[in-house]
């Protein structure tokens, strides 16, 4: 079983940034990868960068590729999304996911999930 709690959500201006956190329960962090989700209203949860489990490997959406990134700390069983350049339309719910194994960009791939963290960009 993990439990994953999300931080670090705001309201912040078209061009700031945020570093969103989310800190994992469990001894054997290092063997989930973790992907970082967002919903905005009206749409589907869609992926945003995910991470392997001992960070060699990452992924980023096309939407986010050189502005966001995704990174982990396995000793302090956390990982994060650092988001430089915000846009109105990044405005979200922002979920980790974590699963066993490879990385996966797809949604039903992950078994556990945090509560959310509402990152709002006004323009």
Avoid at 40 to 56: D, F, T
Avoid at 59 to 78: E, G, L, P, Q
Wanted: aromatic share 12%.
């Amino acid at each position: 079983q993990v439990h994953l709690v999300e931080s670090g959500g705001g309201l912040v201006q078209a061009g700031d940034s945020l570093r969103l956190s989310c800190a994992a329960s469990g001894r054997t962090f290092s063997s989930y990868a973790m992907g970082w989700f967002r919903q905005a209203p009206g749409k589907e949860r869609e992926v945003v960068a995910a991470i392997s489990g001992r960070g060699g490997y990452t992924y980023y959406a096309d939407s986010v590729k050189d502005r966001f990134t995704i990174s982990r700390d396995n000793a302090k069983n956390a990982v994060y999304l650092q988001m430089n350049s915000l846009k109105p339309e990044d405005t979200a719910v922002y979920y980790c996911g974590a699963k066993l194994g490879v990385v996966s960009t797809t949604l039903n791939a992950y078994d556990y999930w945090g509560q959310g963290t509402q990152v709002t960009v006004s323009s």
